[in-house]
């Protein structure tokens, strides 16, 4: 099995800044690209960023400049970098892998912006 383990999230003010984390373990041989979506309520979810083994990444338009994905190979561990945060940010992160041509996701985790 699969599992992806996701920390970082929490409330900050606009123009704060969090670090999410998501940690794949188990049966990841042959894991492939990692990333990020989100949803809020009403909203459909959406992917945030996505890094592939070697490091190309890919980003929303809205998260573009503000947003950086990165991961670290050695620890099966995507980062989700945020800066510069909105309001409209504000939505449950859910971490995604590939293994084996198979989609994994974490439980996700809230992530608040407001004053």
């Known amino acids: 099995q699969v599992q992806l383990v996701e920390s970082g999230g929490g409330l900050v003010q606009p123009g704060g800044s969090l670090r999410l984390s998501c940690a794949a373990s188990?049966?990841?041989?042959?894991?492939?690209?990692m990333g990020w979506f989100r949803q809020a309520p009403g909203i459909e979810r959406e992917l945030v960023a996505l890094?592939?083994?070697?490091?190309?990444?890919n980003y929303a338009d809205s998260v573009k400049g503000r947003f950086t994905i990165s991961r670290d190979n050695a620890k099966n561990t995507v980062y989700l970098q945020m800066d510069s945060l909105k309001p409209e940010d504000t939505a449950v992160y859910y971490c995604?892998?590939?293994?084996?041509?198979?989609?994994?996701w974490g439980q996700g985790t809230q992530v608040t912006v407001s004053s």
């Open positions: 995604y892998a590939r293994v084996r041509f198979k989609p994994y």
């Open positions: 188990g049966s990841i041989f042959g894991l492939g690209a």
């Open positions: 890094v592939t083994t070697g490091n190309t990444s």
